[in-house]
Structures are given as structure tokens and as C-alpha cells.
């Protein structure tokens, strides 16, 4: 089939083809004698994969070695499980960074409420202005910390 239809059956655009042809994801593709470039119907379930792949966290670079192992006759299983739970770890701990920064955002919209309330009307709050005076949420531990 023609990129363009891999594509529209993928859903994904003629320049992602060429990115994952040049990346090796896809295999390189043969061309026609006017210059098209064809696929085999093996290629949208490759790029679907890829789609997926890149969903859970996967890099283009980690997919392209993994699929040229594979297509090379290895077995890159357990790397693709290394590298799952990898992904798996750095979710978890973005969840607990996104999770503190949400009780700190609460905390604060409780405040900037009180504060707008207690604003007479025309008058400015400065609600944005007054995080220079907050702590800020620190990534790595979530820990509150009082800029100097």
C-alpha cells in the first residue's frame, strides 16, 4: 500500500512514516517506478505498535532498538520489560509529584478565595504576585521550601 493510505489506516501523518522509516521503526520501504513509496499491509500493525509504544512512554530511540533487535531474530523481551518498569517507577512518582501539587493548588485557591472575598471590589488582589511570597512545591520531594 502507499504511505498515504498506511497512514490514513494508522492514523498517523506521511511525515510520522518517514520519521519511523528514517528512526528504523518501519522497515524502508520499496518505491515505485514513479516514485511512491509502498508498504506492506504488515506496516499499520507496526506503526499501531509504535503509537502504543510511545502512549506507555517508550522513546522512538528505545522503540527503534528494540525493533531492529526483533527484526534481526533476538529476543528483546526482557529489555522491553526493563525498560516497562522503568516507565512503571516514573509514572508512580509523577503521580505523587502531580498529587502534592494538587493539595498545594487546593490549599492555595482556599486562600486566594478568602483573600479575593475580603478584596473590595475594583481593587486589585494581586493573587498572582503573591507567589513570590509562597513556598514553592519542590519536584523531587514535594517538600515545601520558603524562597529567600
Same mark, same amino acid.
Given at each position: 500500500?502507499?504511505?498515504?493510505?498506511?497512514?490514513?489506516?494508522?492514523?498517523?501523518?506521511?511525515?510520522?512514516?518517514?520519521?519511523?522509516?528514517?528512526?528504523?521503526?518501519?522497515?524502508?520501504?520499496?518505491?515505485?517506478?514513479?516514485?511512491?513509496?509502498?508498504?506492506?499491509?504488515?506496516?499499520?500493525?507496526?506503526?499501531?505498535?509504535?503509537?502504543?509504544?510511545?502512549?506507555?512512554?517508550?522513546? +522512538?530511540?528505545? @522503540?527503534? /532498538?528494540?525493533? *531492529?533487535?526483533?527484526?534481526?531474530? &533476538?529476543?528483546?523481551?526482557? =529489555?522491553?520489560?526493563?525498560?516497562?518498569?522503568?516507565?512503571?517507577?516514573?509514572?508512580?512518582?509523577?503521580?505523587?509529584?502531580?498529587?502534592?501539587?494538587?493539595?498545594?493548588?487546593?490549599?492555595?485557591?482556599?486562600?486566594?478565595?478568602?483573600?479575593?472575598?475580603?478584596?473590595?471590589?475594583?481593587?486589585?488582589?494581586?493573587? +498572582?504576585?503573591? @507567589?513570590? /511570597?509562597?513556598? *514553592?512545591?519542590?519536584?523531587?520531594? &514535594?517538600?515545601?521550601?520558603? =524562597?529567600?
Amino acid at each position: 500500500m502507499r504511505s498515504g493510505e498506511l497512514a490514513r489506516l494508522a492514523g498517523v501523518s506521511a511525515d510520522t512514516l518517514r520519521h519511523y522509516e528514517r528512526m528504523g521503526i518501519l522497515p524502508a520501504s520499496q518505491r515505485t517506478n514513479g516514485g511512491y513509496r509502498i508498504f506492506p499491509s504488515s506496516a499499520v500493525e507496526r506503526v499501531q505498535l509504535a503509537q502504543r509504544a510511545l502512549q506507555l512512554g517508550f522513546s +522512538l530511540e528505545e @522503540l527503534s /532498538e528494540i525493533l *531492529r533487535i526483533h527484526d534481526d531474530g &533476538g529476543a528483546p523481551c526482557q =529489555r522491553v520489560l526493563n525498560l516497562s518498569e522503568q516507565k512503571l517507577r516514573s509514572i508512580g512518582r509523577q503521580i505523587r509529584e502531580l498529587e502534592r501539587t494538587q493539595d498545594y493548588l487546593r490549599k492555595l485557591v482556599r486562600e486566594w478565595r478568602r483573600k479575593l472575598e475580603n478584596t473590595p471590589e475594583g481593587t486589585r488582589a494581586m493573587l +498572582l504576585q503573591s @507567589l513570590a /511570597e509562597k513556598p *514553592r512545591v519542590k519536584p523531587a520531594t &514535594g517538600r515545601l521550601k520558603r =524562597r529567600s
